[in-house]
Nanobody
Framework: QVHLVESGGGLVQPGGSLRLSCAASGFTFSTYYMSWVRQAPGKGMEWVSTINDDGTSTHYADSVKGRFTISRDNAKTTVYLQMSSLKPEDTAVYYC?????????????WGQGTQVTVSS
């Protein structure tokens, strides 16, 4: 059974930092691209960042570039999102996503989300 469990969210002041973790199980983690996606209150889903299967390539939304860093540890089947210089507009539920495309089929898994609130 597939599980993606996010942790590390919470309340932080503007300018502060948080590190989100997403622990994966039930699938071959090292073959999946992993992403973080967020949803702010009353808004749609926003892609934040993606890391490739071996961790050698990363991509970021312009809104977080230079402030957030995605990384992964395939031995621990965990993906991380280090968030720095946080702004109130970063307030959202952050979801972990894993995706793999194989022989024309897409495998896509989601976590339950973790709340990040940036407020003074």
């Amino acid at each position: 059974q597939v599980h993606l469990v996010e942790s590390g969210g919470g309340l932080v002041q503007p300018g502060g930092s948080l590190r989100l973790s997403c622990a994966a199980s039930g699938f071959t983690f090292s073959t999946y691209y992993m992403s973080w996606v967020r949803q702010a209150p009353g808004k749609g889903m926003e892609w934040v960042s993606t890391i490739n299967d071996d961790g050698t390539s990363t991509h970021y939304a312009d809104s977080v570039k230079g402030r957030f860093t995605i990384s992964r540890d395939n031995a621990k089947t965990t993906v991380y999102l280090q968030m720095s210089s946080l702004k109130p507009e970063d307030t959202a539920v952050y979801y972990c996503n894993g995706e793999r495309r194989l022989f024309g089929k897409t495998y896509n898994y989601w976590g339950q989300g973790t709340q990040v609130t940036v407020s003074s």
